[in-house]
Every structure is written in C-alpha cells, then in structure tokens.
C-alpha cells in the first residue's frame, strides 16, 4: 500500500461546479496534511494545510480530515478554468520527520 | 517577502559527469529540503537540512549528497549522473514552526544525455 494515495485523473468539472479531491494515507501517525497546486511546468504552491479533525475552509477553498478514516480531501468551490492544474496531497509525520510525502497527484481540468 | 531561489534553473549534462544546484531560502527558514519529481514516481523526498545538519534523508543512492551554509542556502550534488537522474529538483523551505508548511523553488530542470 501507498503511503499517500491520489486518484490520478483526471477529474473535469464544468465551470462553476464543486470539485472534490480525494487523498487517503496509511500511516496513524501523521500530523498534518497539505495540499499544493500544481501548474503544468511549474513548481508546487502551498494551498491549504490541516491538522484538526473536521473542516478548514479559505475562500472557495475547503479542507477536510478525518484520521479514523485516515482521509483528507480538498473541495473547491465556483471552480474556474484557472483551478486546472495537478493537486497533491501530502503528509507530514510530525516531529523530527521534516518531509513531506506527497501522493502522485489528481489532474484537474475546469471546463468553461 | 522573497520566495525560495533555485539556481541553475536549466541544466544539460551528460552521463558520468556531476551537477551542483543551489537554493536559497526564505528569509528567516532555517530548514531546507529537497525533493525530485519524475512523471513516473512523482514528487520523491532526497534530504533535509536544519542548521547546517542534514536532520533527514530519503532512500536515494549516495551519489546524492547535499550541505547547508550558516546563512540557510543550501547546495546538492549529484556525482556520476545517470540517464535516469533527469528531472525536475525542487527545494523546499519551512520555518518549522509548528506544521511544516513547505513552499516551493521554481526548481531546476536537469537533463542527462
């Protein structure tokens, strides 16, 4: 089993609609969860992290957790054609485990 | 606030021959990773750096090494590099100071021929 898994797409909504990201990970102890947009060409950018149970919201954006399911997921609201990009999901264990361990990511295209 | 700065950003090399990349921080981030990211295997984990000590590493040969300087930049090389060392190196900085939150270098594109 994967440590971080991510169906890989890719995922088209129409333009306005809710995405829904999905990542599961296989270990209890992870603290703390991230996900990045990544844009075709370019380097990973830090959307959202979470840590607690339950929701995070920022903006159209929302984060969910649930460790006794160890599920994460990343909704995004009024989806537009410029949230077309890779997520990734990743994972930090916590203490002095510094990395993250990405999943490999869900392509997401927004149609207009 | 300056994000995180990769140099070289394009690299062309050849198998056999060794490459050094370069990454400075963010201001204030005193933790340094770096990653490699391949279409097949995605975003995969080399080491991290924290006050100039590598605190972590990932399962990579050891001809991936890396440092870093008092001032936080960090350097990794690779030695004797392979067809299959091609990608895209990221280096990620944290300020560590509760979860991690790790931004992203533009990265450098290395091509082995």
């Known amino acids: 089993q994967k440590e971080v898994e991510q169906n890989s797409g890719p995922l088209s909504v129409p333009e306005g609609a809710i995405a829904s990201l999905n990542c599961t990970y296989s270990?209890?102890?992870?603290?703390?969860f991230f996900w990045y947009r990544q844009y075709s060409g370019k380097s990973p950018e830090l959307i959202m992290f979470?840590?607690?149970?339950g929701d995070k919201e920022d903006g159209r954006f929302t984060a969910q957790l649930n460790k006794a399911s160890q599920y994460v997921s990343l909704l995004i609201r009024d989806s537009q054609p410029s949230d077309s990009a890779t997520y990734l999901c990743?994972?930090?264990?916590?203490?002095?485990?510094?990395?993250?361990?990405f999943g490999k990511g869900t392509k997401l295209s927004v149609k207009p | 606030k300056a994000g995180v700065t990769q140099t070289p950003r394009y690299l062309i090399k050849t198998r056999g021959q060794q490459v050094t990349l370069s990454c400075s921080p963010i201001?204030?981030?005193?933790?340094v990773s770096w990653y490699q990211q391949t279409p097949g295997q995605g975003l995969q984990f080399l080491f991290e750096?924290?006050?100039?000590?590598?605190?972590n590493k990932g399962n990579f040969p050891g001809r991936f090494s890396g440092r870093q300087f008092s001032n936080s930049r960090s350097e990794m090389n690779v030695s004797t590099l392979e067809l299959g060392d091609s990608a895209l190196y990221l280096c990620?900085?944290?300020?560590?100071?509760?979860?991690?939150?790790?931004?992203f270098g533009p990265g450098t594109r290395l091509t082995v021929l």
């Open positions: 990620a900085s944290s300020g560590r100071e509760s979860y991690n939150e790790q931004f």
């Open positions: 270990d209890r102890g992870s603290q703390s």
């Open positions: 979470i840590y607690s149970n």
């Open positions: 990743a994972v930090n264990k916590g203490g002095s485990q510094g990395n993250l361990i």
């Open positions: 201001s204030g981030h005193r933790s």
């Open positions: 750096y924290f006050s100039e000590t590598q605190r």
